[in-house]
């Protein structure tokens, strides 16, 4: 299973992801570490937007890329915020 997510930083920007493991990237995205987005490191990660569940790596790529490139569908997706701590304690309910 992978997931396809859009997390909406402090300064209302976005940054779409993928990853196979949610509960363990958005750690990641929260620790400002090495292992976090570059990105995410100057605009502080505040909630999840939009989070899908694909099937294959390969859905989940092309998904990410499409959200990446289409800026009008991304925006069509971008639905309630949840904040990211919620979304880990939720995953790791589920472990």
Known sequence: ??????????????????????????????????????????HKPLYVVYLCECKTRGDAMRLENRLKKDYKFKMECVGPRRDIREVIESELSYK
């Open 1 to 42: 299973m992978y997931f396809v997510y859009v997390i909406e930083t402090e300064d209302e920007t976005y940054y779409t992801g993928m990853t196979n493991d949610l509960a363990r990237r958005m750690n990641e995205h929260l620790s400002n570490s090495s292992r976090s987005a570059t990105y995410l490191r100057a």
